[in-house]
């Protein structure tokens, strides 16, 4: 699977320009139309960002009808942009810590740390900030507010970018090194076209996670600064306020379009594009397929307009056959000496020490040990809710996951419908969860945890479907051949190819349930309030009050929790899985 530059499809384009036929068709019509709106409703939302900060005081958030397509449009570039900025950051940060085993040794405890900071951990900081780098405009909200859906999206796809690169199969990786690509051409010949499949899954699963914290993003409100920016998570906040359902059921069907239409529009498209990526020798039987896709292969003028940059990308991307040896990928990960790795892991352990030295000195100020074991309590509560949680969600989602891997036709078909699950907002389901709850007199401790597992059960299904479709055609043909019983084809074959990718999902959900329960464990439905005990409760209740010092102490046992779960139990997964269980 090395993707070579070709010019097959720019000589055709070229046969047909030279024939005169350059004349728009249909397809051009309707794909210029459908991509002249999308700029437009774009534009018109990218300049209300700039607006004054006194237009959301002037016109506040109402629960209008008539306002709402405004507000979704606004939400829904704020979700693009952050998605953006996610996958920069996956592209840098995720390639850094697969290649240079020094790199990892920060990033991926990092990585740990930030994906278990709930939003509104960041947003307690980082709202001052934004807003004070733009005095009087909406922007600096509108960047804390992009920022916070950005922390709800980039650690998913950086996990799920790293984990395929440190599996990409060795001989793949050897052919590209004797065809002498040097490290930029590898990353996009190689590289990038094998973590695609399910990088592209987990984007999808991101922009469904964002979608989840979209009212804590939206609706901020840390000590005495409130902002409400136009949006569907304001809307959503203040219908609940106003306990009017009517109005939170304009919101999930406004959330429901939103989603049919960016699936048909970009993300199915992209997977029937990203087939072609699959790492396997036999073709496969069923495959991906998109209107919008097959639409854009049929135009005339949009790919005589391609032309000049698909061939200034091919020029870029030339192979240089020839020269010196390359080194194996093995030699470029091992340390240069043993002493200067040591160095590096006392660097390592004496800057965490330090942050820990500064964490510690800025809690005592105020706070003593009876807040510290308070904190340790609840940490301990939402860990068992989360382990419980984890367990039930992979039991259930990895069989189906594969199901439906292994079917395309019925991919396609459940992707949107997934996407939509994974993005519904646990704030959705307070008002019947607490009326449930108080009219039946449970237990808020047991039955406001499954809201935790809301959102974040997706991120085992997504990656299981991702790894699944990813699984190479010819070891399926070879198991059939086979004749494996059922037993033997989960344990020998299934399992171990899409292990991989499940540890990503599952990892990915532990830390998201860590930041989905401050949602889950407070819920509230007009002026009815019911609280959970655990960790969650504890951030988001010092959060509204803008108590500081105890979002610190909250935030840094969330992260020692989730930091030492990880170590113990995922990170060990990970190596097992790149070592033992390779499509080599």
């Not at 950086?158 to 060795?170: G, H, I, K, M």
């Not at 660097?347 to 706070?367: E, G, N």
């Not at 237990?443 to 809201?451: D, F, H, M």
């Not at 019911?530 to 979002?551: M, N, Q, W």
């Amino acid at each position: 699977m090395i993707f070579l530059p070709h010019n097959r499809q720019s000589l055709s384009d070229a046969a047909t320009l030279s024939r005169g036929r350059i004349m728009p068709n249909i397809y051009d019509i309707v794909a210029l139309s459908i991509m002249a709106a999308i700029f437009v409703l774009m534009a018109h939302a990218a300049i209300a960002m700039r607006g004054s900060i006194e237009l959301l005081s002037t016109t506040p958030v109402t629960l209008d009808p008539a306002n709402l397509p405004e507000y979704a449009l606004r939400t829904t570039l704020r979700m693009f942009a952050a998605i953006i900025a996610s996958l920069v950051f996956t592209f840098a940060v995720g390639t850094l810590a697969a290649k240079s085993r020094r790199a990892e040794m920060i990033i991926i405890p990092a990585l740990d740390i930030l994906q278990s900071v709930p939003v509104l951990g960041f947003l307690t900081f980082t709202v001052t900030f934004f807003m004070g780098l733009f005095p009087g405009s909406q922007f600096g909200a509108e960047l804390a507010s992009i920022f916070a859906i950005f922390t709800a999206q980039a650690w998913n796809m950086t996990f799920s970018f790293y984990q395929s690169l440190r599996t990409v199969p060795r001989d793949l990786d050897e052919v590209s090194r004797a065809f002498g690509l040097t490290a930029w051409q590898r990353f996009w010949r190689l590289d990038a076209p094998f973590a695609a499949p399910g990088l592209i899954w987990n984007t999808m699963m991101s922009m469904s996670g964002g979608w989840f914290f979209v009212v804590a993003s939206e609706a901020i409100t840390v000590g005495n600064t409130t902002v409400e920016l136009p949006g569907i998570g304001s809307w959503l906040a203040l219908a609940i306020s106003k306990q009017d359902f009517l109005a939170v059921g304009w919101a999930v069907l406004a959330m429901a379009i939103l989603i049919a239409l960016y699936d048909q529009l970009l993300f199915r498209p992209i997977v029937a594009w990203a087939d072609k990526f699959r790492a396997e020798q036999t073709a496969s039987q069923e495959k991906p397929r998109s209107w919008v896709y097959d639409m854009l292969r049929r135009t005339r003028m949009l790919k005589l307009a391609g032309m000049p940059f698909a061939a200034g990308w091919n020029r870029l991307m030339l192979v240089s056959a020839g020269g010196r040896r390359k080194a194996t990928r093995e030699e470029e990960a091992r340390p240069a000496s043993a002493i200067a790795d040591r160095l590096w892991l006392a660097f390592i352990v004496l800057l965490a020490a330090a942050c820990a030295a500064v964490t510690v000195a800025y809690i005592r100020r105020t706070l003593g040990w009876s807040d510290v074991a308070e904190v340790f309590g609840g940490g301990f509560a939402t860990l068992l809710r989360v382990a419980v949680l984890v367990a039930l969600a992979s039991l259930i989602w990895v069989p189906i996951g594969v199901w439906i891997g292994l079917r395309p036709s019925i991919a396609q078909k459940v992707q949107p419908l997934a996407q939509f699950l994974a993005a519904f907002p646990a704030n959705v389901l307070f008002p019947f969860v607490v009326i449930a709850i108080v009219a039946t007199g449970a237990n808020p401790n047991i039955w406001l945890s499954p809201l935790m597992i809301l959102g974040t059960q997706w991120y085992i299904l997504f990656n299981v479907i991702a790894g699944t479709t990813a699984f190479p055609s010819d070891l399926k043909e070879a198991a059939a051949v086979f004749r494996l019983g059922s037993w033997s084809w989960w344990s020998k074959v299934m399992l171990p190819g899409i292990f991989p990718y499940y540890v990503t999902g599952a990892l990915t959900a532990t830390g998201g349930s860590w930041n989905a329960s401050i949602v889950a464990e407070l819920a509230s439905w007009g002026n009815t309030h019911l609280e959970a005990y655990g960790l969650g409760a504890y951030i988001a209740k010092a959060t509204e009050a803008g108590d500081f010092p105890r979002v610190v102490l909250g935030i840094a046992v969330m992260s020692l929790f989730v930091t030492l779960f990880n170590r113990a139990l995922w990170r060990p997964l990970y190596v097992f899985a790149e070592r033992r269980l390779r499509l080599d």
